[in-house]
């Protein structure tokens, strides 16, 4: 393959070990990998990067990309998280295979062209004939990067639970499909476009059993594990009162803590938990507007990382937010931050870095997230001659002052998004299936 030569960007914000930025440089890519990086890099296929800031790819840790069928839904708008999900889970009840895959394409196109290119996604509910195979398939045409992981439910309303019996598996049957996905789809190597996790959807959705059943699965298989955590005070009551601990206790009793492991959320987790998940390596994925949105509160962030967490970022399902763009996520986290801790608690680069690198380090993935030498080819170009970034004095803060959306982005080194359009699929096309779909799923 010829050699893709990124030339002249205004700025390189590399995200390595250094926290280089570089003016005026140049990226050599070469099948798929960052190959060079300096001025002047000749013999291969200009793109000029000429008044654009460069940045490594987002990293999205946590989504449902379900949910982009089931935005702004009115009798959900303003309702707390277990009012909210009880008031969905009918009409989620109704999905099928066709809208599993629209509905993941859409979410996919809109992480893409705001700079995403690596995203997980958890999928815990597998309605009339879904497959986490159909969002596999909606990733490949739309050419990110994909951690899908097989998500479940088994503890229904008759056992007391959250969710309508109709969403809820066996949890025989749970395991049976988890193994099958990940030897189907699992790609453990350097590069791999596709990861499968484990990930039970919360310590209340689903029994003790299955939760550890899950952890010993993940590591028998050498696959990662996921779930929601510690969300908001109701979460918290709910372990205290059913499990007489708090969260952070039962995931370590469980099997649930270690470099393998990552929680979304942990808006309450304490100062203990904090140790517990620093010292053994567990990942968070911190979803602002998502814990704004739904009133569970700000997450220690600076704590955490201050203690030497792992912290990404995840926009968390369309339904939560109600927008999956994640530079304007990034930019929410960088401004929640300074609500609790004040103007000096986050600054722009270190947002972006938690978005970048840190979403790389929570995932597994050390080939991403940074340029650099020998790493992946995952690359965002922002233009920054437009108005949103017009006056800044400092190109990088571009959570300050830039724009929401990509100019181009590279995937493995290969373009997903030029001057503003996605090019591996036909947006329009899509949104008028996904109109289709969201209208009959309101009927
Ligand atoms: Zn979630």
Redesign the pocket.
Known sequence: MTDIILKSAACILTMDDDRRELAGADIRIRDGVIAEIGHGLEGGEIDLAEGCLVTPGLVNT?H?LYQSLTRAVPAAQDALLFGWLQTLYPIWARFGPEEMFVSAQVGLAELALSGCTLSSD?LYLYPNGSRLDDTIAAAAEIGLRFHPTRGAMSIGESDGGLPPDALVEREAAILEDCIRVVDAFHDPAEGSMCRVGIAPCSPFSVSRELMRDAAILARDKGVMLHT?LAENDEDIAYSLEKFGCRPGQYAEDLGWTGADVWH??CVKIDGQEIDLFAKSGTGVAH?PC?NCRLGSGIAPVRAMRDAGMKVGL?V??SA?NDSGNLVAEARQAMLLQRVAGGADAMSAREALRIATRGGAEVLGRPDCGQIAVGKRADIALWDMRGIEAAGSWDLAAILLAGPLKVRDLFVEGRKIVSMGTLLSVDLPVLMDRQRKLALKLAM
Do not use: E, Q
């Open positions: 946590h449902h958890h929601h979304a959320h979803g998502s995840g968390d399902g939560s």
